[in-house]
């Protein structure tokens, strides 16, 4: 098992000042993916492949499945379902989602070239066949700003905290999710659902949900239901008052 500390409390410290140790175990080769399966769908996973990420963020299991379990019910307004999933890292919701329910098309929209990649091999894995899913390397505001208003039934939206795009500089969840929230919501069919996530350790849940109502979706209650909120995963526990273990928030919101 492999852990990186960081040398100080700063969350802006350079990934050259990231520490590898090791805990317990042996070690394992540094090129070797390891095959792992959640919820009937296997996921490819690597401690050293990159220095941010070994490809699947654990807190969000029960929410791939809760994604997942979603599609029957939508499937009951529409034969195919159609799905897209921003900053969609290595596609784990998407996988999920189309290995349990063939009759998904899913659009993964990420700027990395490593993750898109690594989110293909992820569908061969679970030899889900790729026609009717689509991987776009690009940065998700400007394929938003671009993307010809087609409509989906379920619009995934999971950003990094901090990420830089050539449109707008620098986004921060903490400061910036109305904009990417109202650049979303209109790909949203009547009908269909649009789940957010934020893992920004210093913004308060209901800040974040005002921000959403009043920034993002303009307070047009009239046209959106909140379905309720999402968690982290039981596993990462939450102690009451501390910042550090109650980071993760996320929402459910229903088009009428």
Not at 87 to 102: D, G, L, V
Not at 106 to 123: Q, R
């Amino acid at each position: 098992y492999q852990r990186r500390v960081r040398d100080d409390e700063d969350d802006e410290i350079p990934l050259d000042n990231y520490q590898t140790l090791w805990l317990a175990g042996e070690k394992l080769d540094s090129e070797k993916d390891i095959e792992i399966e959640e919820n009937g769908t296997k996921y490819l996973i690597n401690l050293f492949r990159n220095n941010t990420t070994t490809g699947l963020f654990l807190d969000q299991r029960n929410n791939r499945k809760y994604c997942a379990d979603l599609i029957p019910k939508l499937q009951q307004q529409t034969n195919v379902v159609r799905v897209l999933s921003l900053f969609s890292h290595t596609s784990t919701f998407s996988a999920q989602m189309a290995k349990h329910n063939p009759n998904v098309t899913t659009v993964n929209v990420d700027n990395s070239e490593e993750m898109v990649s690594w989110a293909k091999e992820n569908f061969k894995l679970n030899k889900i066949q790729t026609l009717k899913h689509r991987f776009v390397v690009e940065d998700v505001f400007k394929f938003l700003s671009s993307e010809e208003k087609e409509l989906y039934d379920l619009v995934i939206v999971d950003p990094p905290p901090v990420s830089y795009h050539t449109d707008i500089g620098l986004f921060s969840s903490k400061d910036h999710y109305g904009r990417l929230v109202q650049l979303a919501e209109p790909l949203v069919a009547p009908g269909g659902h649009l789940i957010m996530f934020n893992t920004v350790r210093n913004v308060n849940r209901k800040v974040w949900l005002d921000v959403i109502i009043n920034e993002g979706l303009k307070k047009n209650l009239t046209k959106w239901e909140h379905i309720g909120r999402l968690k982290q995963d039981v596993d990462f526990r939450i102690k009451e008052g501390d910042a550090l273990t109650s980071y993760f928030k996320g929402a459910h919101f229903h088009r009428k």
